[in-house]
């Protein structure tokens, strides 16, 4: 399992949401119907951790999958090879436990 070894052992949730909101061409503002300016703030600021329900709201206002946000926030440059890196590594574990 050395996929694992590669893949940052913390989630960076506060980049990951900039990231992505910016990408949507989003501010925080635009973001009011998922969850308050404060709470925004204090998760992009990694003061907070969102829950997955706010992880869900969230993504939903920037019209992406809830997944999409926790990959973002597990691959800090959001490329290709390290996000291709971290589906393998799910996809071992996911095999590990569930029969075909």
């Known amino acids: 399992m050395s996929t694992r070894k590669r893949a940052p052992p913390q989630a960076d949730f506060g980049r990951a949401l900039q990231q992505l909101r910016a990408a949507r061409g989003l501010v925080q503002e635009d973001m009011l119907l998922a969850t308050s300016r404060r709470h925004i703030s204090r998760i992009e600021q990694g003061h907070q951790v969102p829950s997955i329900r706010t992880i869900e709201v969230l993504a939903e206002q920037m019209q992406i999958h809830p997944l999409t ?3 973002a926030a597990y691959c800090p440059d959001l490329d ?3 996000v291709n890196e971290l589906l393998k590594t799910i996809k071992t574990d996911v095999k590990g436990m569930v029969s075909d």
């Open 69 to 71: 946000l926790i990959v």
């Open 80 to 82: 290709g090879a390290s």
